[in-house]
């Protein structure tokens, strides 16, 4: 009680607000916009604020909940998303870029520029290059460049092994496979960095839209593969952002 007593004596006296009131009281904060409550103490939790998925949103949903993160945060991240609702978007933020391999919309509003190294995007095929694309926009909002090391399949192996002094020298490694899969586990063979696998819904019939390529990297022989969902280029990126903000950028 005391130190409620000693937050809410700071604000009275206005050397805190309202926000900040709330951060030092550890009350979840988020805006009821009834269809949906966004999350502003996420960027504090987990070091970039609620990022929008667009697919099944409607473009006026999209627009209000991007507005209220803008209230509170300089970045904004929508995927899943076509040109139709960027037009939307650049009605309530002229800033918005379209990313139309990617399908995502950004907002950067921040200035800061220099973006760390230390990811490398590894892609099976060009068929793939819309999830690498989502992976990239995805790292890049969050402060990381990432390296593209693409179409070096397993169907020539040659490929990737001229890029391997690319992929020791990298802090995590996201690789994006359809077809069988194979990929993910010949680059955690040779690299010391945890490796990222994105399976994607490319392939033949019996493929089953990328189901075969998830059972593969599920069943991998190499360690230090981590697996996301079908197409998840973003929850791929945003994992390996995570570990690179608690790794030491610098060395």
Not at 158 to 169: A, D, G, M, P, Y
């Amino acid at each position: 009680m005391d130190k409620i007593k000693k937050i809410l004596d700071k604000y009275k006296n206005h050397e805190i607000d309202y926000d900040q009131v709330l951060e030092q009281l550890n009350l979840p904060v988020f805006d009821d916009l009834g269809f949906a409550k966004v999350d502003h103490d996420r960027r504090t939790r987990t070091g970039f604020s609620e990022v929008i998925f667009g697919l099944g949103k409607t473009p006026s949903q999209i627009c209000k909940i991007a507005q209220s993160i803008l209230q509170k945060s300089d970045k904004l991240l929508i995927t899943r998303v076509d040109r139709d609702v960027f037009k939307k978007v650049q009605l309530v933020s002229k800033d918005a870029t379209f990313h139309a391999e990617a399908n995502c919309i950004t907002v950067n509003r921040t200035k800061k520029s220099i973006l760390l190294n230390g990811i490398t995007i590894v892609s099976a095929g060009t068929s793939d290059l819309n999830v690498v694309q989502e992976a990239e926009v995805t790292s890049e909002i969050m402060g990381f460049k990432s390296q593209l090391v693409l179409d070096v399949g397993v169907s020539g192996i040659h490929r990737l092994l001229s890029f391997v002094n690319i992929l020791n020298s990298s802090k995590v490694i996201i690789v994006v496979a359809g077809m069988d899969g194979a990929l993910p586990s010949v680059v955690s063979g040779l690299v010391k960095a945890p490796v990222i696998a994105v399976p994607t819904s490319v392939g033949y019939g019996a493929s089953f839209g990328g189901i075969s390529a998830l059972l593969t990297m599920l069943n991998s022989c190499a360690s230090g593969v981590a697996v996301v969902n079908i197409d998840n280029g973003f929850g791929a990126a945003d994992l390996a952002c995570r570990i690179m903000n608690i790794s030491d950028v610098d060395d």
